[in-house]
Protein backbone atom coordinates (compact mmCIF):
# COMPACT_ATOMS: atom_id res chain seq x y z
CA UNK A 1 0.00 0.00 0.00
CA UNK A 2 1.10 3.82 -0.60
CA UNK A 3 2.12 5.53 2.67
CA UNK A 4 3.87 8.73 3.05
CA UNK A 5 6.24 9.07 6.30
CA UNK A 6 7.44 13.19 7.60
CA UNK A 7 9.53 13.99 10.32
CA UNK A 8 9.73 15.14 12.89
CA UNK A 9 5.94 15.70 14.00
CA UNK A 10 7.22 18.76 15.85
CA UNK A 11 10.09 21.08 15.72
CA UNK A 12 11.32 24.23 17.89
CA UNK A 13 14.48 26.09 16.48
CA UNK A 14 16.11 29.36 17.16
CA UNK A 15 16.03 32.00 14.66
CA UNK A 16 18.79 31.86 12.52
CA UNK A 17 19.05 27.88 12.88
CA UNK A 18 19.59 25.75 9.83
CA UNK A 19 16.00 23.15 8.47
CA UNK A 20 15.98 20.18 7.60
CA UNK A 21 12.42 18.22 6.99
CA UNK A 22 12.69 14.96 5.21
CA UNK A 23 9.23 13.21 3.50
CA UNK A 24 9.60 9.55 2.16
CA UNK A 25 6.59 7.37 0.46
CA UNK A 26 5.98 3.96 0.35
CA UNK A 27 4.52 1.76 -1.97
CA UNK A 28 4.46 4.10 -5.71
CA UNK A 29 7.68 4.84 -7.98
CA UNK A 30 8.23 8.22 -10.05
CA UNK A 31 5.12 9.94 -7.76
CA UNK A 32 5.36 13.76 -7.90
CA UNK A 33 6.32 15.27 -5.16
CA UNK A 34 4.98 18.33 -3.15
CA UNK A 35 5.79 20.49 0.02
CA UNK A 36 3.32 23.10 1.47
CA UNK A 37 3.10 25.46 4.46
CA UNK A 38 0.36 26.77 6.69
CA UNK A 39 0.94 29.51 8.69
CA UNK A 40 -1.70 29.77 11.77
CA UNK A 41 -4.98 30.30 10.88
CA UNK A 42 -4.01 30.58 7.20
CA UNK A 43 -4.46 28.67 4.29
CA UNK A 44 -2.44 25.89 2.15
CA UNK A 45 0.34 27.53 0.25
CA UNK A 46 2.40 25.15 -2.13
CA UNK A 47 5.85 25.66 -2.07
CA UNK A 48 7.87 23.41 -3.71
CA UNK A 49 7.00 20.25 -6.24
CA UNK A 50 8.79 17.81 -7.96
CA UNK A 51 8.01 15.35 -11.17
CA UNK A 52 11.30 13.89 -10.89
CA UNK A 53 14.57 13.02 -9.42
CA UNK A 54 16.97 16.58 -8.70
CA UNK A 55 14.25 18.50 -11.03
CA UNK A 56 12.59 21.12 -8.47
CA UNK A 57 10.09 23.65 -9.02
CA UNK A 58 9.47 26.79 -6.22
CA UNK A 59 6.39 28.09 -6.45
CA UNK A 60 6.97 31.70 -4.41
CA UNK A 61 9.88 33.27 -3.70
CA UNK A 62 11.48 32.27 0.23
CA UNK A 63 13.85 31.73 2.62
CA UNK A 64 13.47 28.18 1.99
CA UNK A 65 14.57 25.05 -0.56
CA UNK A 66 13.69 21.65 -1.16
CA UNK A 67 15.65 19.07 -3.51
CA UNK A 68 14.71 15.01 -4.44
CA UNK A 69 17.99 13.25 -4.02
CA UNK A 70 16.10 9.54 -4.49
CA UNK A 71 12.51 8.50 -6.38
CA UNK A 72 10.58 8.86 -3.18
CA UNK A 73 12.56 11.46 -0.37
CA UNK A 74 11.94 14.69 -0.80
CA UNK A 75 13.40 17.39 2.15
CA UNK A 76 12.94 21.07 2.99
CA UNK A 77 15.63 23.10 3.84
CA UNK A 78 16.87 26.37 5.17
CA UNK A 79 20.19 27.81 5.95
CA UNK A 80 18.56 30.41 8.40
CA UNK A 81 15.56 30.52 9.66
CA UNK A 82 12.95 33.21 10.27
CA UNK A 83 9.82 34.13 12.00
CA UNK A 84 7.94 33.85 9.46
CA UNK A 85 8.85 30.28 8.56
CA UNK A 86 6.68 29.51 11.21
CA UNK A 87 3.96 26.95 10.34
CA UNK A 88 2.85 23.87 9.37
CA UNK A 89 5.00 21.74 6.63
CA UNK A 90 3.21 19.00 5.01
CA UNK A 91 4.54 16.98 2.21
CA UNK A 92 2.41 15.30 -0.64
CA UNK A 93 2.70 12.85 -3.43
CA UNK A 94 0.84 12.29 -6.40
CA UNK A 95 1.30 8.99 -7.86
CA UNK A 96 0.02 9.85 -11.17
CA UNK A 97 -3.67 8.99 -10.01
CA UNK A 98 -6.10 11.93 -9.61
CA UNK A 99 -5.85 11.59 -5.97
CA UNK A 100 -2.73 13.56 -3.96
CA UNK A 101 -1.53 11.75 -0.82
CA UNK A 102 -0.63 13.84 1.89
CA UNK A 103 1.39 13.15 5.24
CA UNK A 104 0.71 13.85 8.74
CA UNK A 105 2.50 17.09 8.72
CA UNK A 106 5.92 18.85 10.87
CA UNK A 107 5.08 21.95 12.98
CA UNK A 108 7.76 24.11 13.24
CA UNK A 109 7.71 26.46 15.62
CA UNK A 110 10.60 29.66 15.23
CA UNK A 111 11.62 31.46 17.82
CA UNK B 1 -6.11 26.64 -13.16
CA UNK B 2 -10.10 28.32 -12.94
CA UNK B 3 -10.61 30.31 -9.43
CA UNK B 4 -12.82 28.68 -7.41
CA UNK B 5 -15.25 30.34 -5.04
CA UNK B 6 -17.09 28.92 -2.02
CA UNK B 7 -18.86 30.17 1.08
CA UNK B 8 -16.51 31.19 4.24
CA UNK B 9 -18.28 28.86 6.37
CA UNK B 10 -21.75 26.78 7.08
CA UNK B 11 -23.23 24.76 9.70
CA UNK B 12 -25.33 21.52 9.36
CA UNK B 13 -27.33 19.49 11.72
CA UNK B 14 -25.63 16.17 12.53
CA UNK B 15 -27.53 13.12 10.44
CA UNK B 16 -28.82 15.68 7.70
CA UNK B 17 -27.09 16.15 4.30
CA UNK B 18 -24.79 18.49 3.88
CA UNK B 19 -24.31 20.49 0.77
CA UNK B 20 -21.38 22.87 -0.29
CA UNK B 21 -21.24 24.87 -3.01
CA UNK B 22 -18.73 26.24 -5.05
CA UNK B 23 -18.52 28.47 -8.10
CA UNK B 24 -15.90 28.06 -10.74
CA UNK B 25 -17.57 30.45 -13.99
CA UNK B 26 -13.87 30.40 -15.77
CA UNK B 27 -13.68 26.57 -15.50
CA UNK B 28 -11.73 25.27 -18.95
CA UNK B 29 -13.12 21.95 -20.95
CA UNK B 30 -10.11 20.08 -19.78
CA UNK B 31 -10.49 21.05 -15.83
CA UNK B 32 -11.47 18.38 -13.17
CA UNK B 33 -13.38 19.57 -10.03
CA UNK B 34 -11.58 18.34 -6.92
CA UNK B 35 -12.94 18.17 -3.44
CA UNK B 36 -10.67 17.88 -0.56
CA UNK B 37 -11.05 18.44 3.42
CA UNK B 38 -8.63 19.59 6.11
CA UNK B 39 -9.84 17.97 9.50
CA UNK B 40 -7.89 20.62 12.13
CA UNK B 41 -4.31 19.42 12.74
CA UNK B 42 -3.92 16.85 9.61
CA UNK B 43 -3.24 17.08 6.06
CA UNK B 44 -5.58 17.47 3.20
CA UNK B 45 -8.11 14.26 2.77
CA UNK B 46 -8.91 13.64 -0.93
CA UNK B 47 -13.00 13.47 -1.44
CA UNK B 48 -14.29 13.05 -4.75
CA UNK B 49 -13.60 14.66 -8.48
CA UNK B 50 -15.34 14.96 -11.45
CA UNK B 51 -15.07 16.39 -14.77
CA UNK B 52 -18.73 16.49 -16.33
CA UNK B 53 -20.73 13.74 -15.18
CA UNK B 54 -21.93 13.61 -11.86
CA UNK B 55 -19.88 11.17 -9.16
CA UNK B 56 -20.58 9.58 -6.27
CA UNK B 57 -18.17 7.46 -3.92
CA UNK B 58 -18.39 5.97 -0.24
CA UNK B 59 -17.53 9.51 1.29
CA UNK B 60 -20.01 12.06 -0.81
CA UNK B 61 -21.41 12.69 -3.92
CA UNK B 62 -20.77 15.39 -6.68
CA UNK B 63 -23.04 17.04 -8.72
CA UNK B 64 -21.70 19.27 -11.84
CA UNK B 65 -24.12 22.06 -13.69
CA UNK B 66 -24.70 21.27 -16.93
CA UNK B 67 -22.26 24.63 -17.99
CA UNK B 68 -20.07 23.14 -15.55
CA UNK B 69 -19.78 26.63 -14.02
CA UNK B 70 -20.68 25.74 -10.34
CA UNK B 71 -20.79 21.83 -8.47
CA UNK B 72 -22.03 20.84 -5.14
CA UNK B 73 -20.61 18.38 -2.94
CA UNK B 74 -22.98 16.39 -1.06
CA UNK B 75 -22.50 14.88 2.46
CA UNK B 76 -25.47 12.88 2.66
CA UNK B 77 -25.62 12.07 6.47
CA UNK B 78 -23.04 14.36 8.18
CA UNK B 79 -21.94 13.29 11.32
CA UNK B 80 -19.85 15.67 13.93
CA UNK B 81 -16.58 14.16 12.17
CA UNK B 82 -17.03 15.44 9.21
CA UNK B 83 -16.52 18.90 10.71
CA UNK B 84 -13.67 20.16 8.66
CA UNK B 85 -12.63 22.62 5.93
CA UNK B 86 -13.72 21.85 2.52
CA UNK B 87 -11.82 22.72 -0.14
CA UNK B 88 -12.75 23.11 -3.83
CA UNK B 89 -10.12 22.78 -6.86
CA UNK B 90 -10.51 23.12 -10.29
CA UNK B 91 -7.80 21.92 -12.23
CA UNK B 92 -6.12 20.11 -15.44
CA UNK B 93 -3.82 17.13 -15.16
CA UNK B 94 -1.02 19.58 -16.29
CA UNK B 95 2.55 19.46 -15.55
CA UNK B 96 3.42 18.81 -12.14
CA UNK B 97 -0.81 18.15 -11.21
CA UNK B 98 -0.57 20.85 -8.75
CA UNK B 99 -3.06 21.49 -6.80
CA UNK B 100 -3.64 25.23 -5.22
CA UNK B 101 -5.87 25.78 -2.50
CA UNK B 102 -8.15 28.28 -1.76
CA UNK B 103 -9.56 29.86 1.77
CA UNK B 104 -12.53 26.42 1.37
CA UNK B 105 -15.50 26.58 3.49
CA UNK B 106 -15.61 25.66 7.20
CA UNK B 107 -18.31 23.40 7.98
CA UNK B 108 -19.28 23.17 11.00
CA UNK B 109 -21.68 19.64 11.94
CA UNK B 110 -23.57 20.16 15.17
CA UNK B 111 -25.38 18.00 17.76
Known amino acids: SQTIHQWPATLVQPVGSPLSLECTVE??????LYWYRQAAGRGLQLLFY??????ISSEVPQNLSASRPQDRQFILSSKKLLLSDSGFYLC??????????FGPGTRLTVL | DAKTTQPTSMDCAEGRAANLPCNHS???????VYWYRQIHSQGPQYIIH???NNETNEMASLIITEDRKSSTLILPHATLRDTAVYYC????????????FGAGTILRVKS
Open chain 2, 26 to 32: TISGNEY
Open chain 1, 27 to 32: GTSNPN
Open chain 2, 50 to 52: GLK
Open chain 1, 50 to 55: SVGIGQ
Open chain 1, 92 to 101: AFHPRTHEQF
Open chain 2, 89 to 100: IARDLGYGNKLV
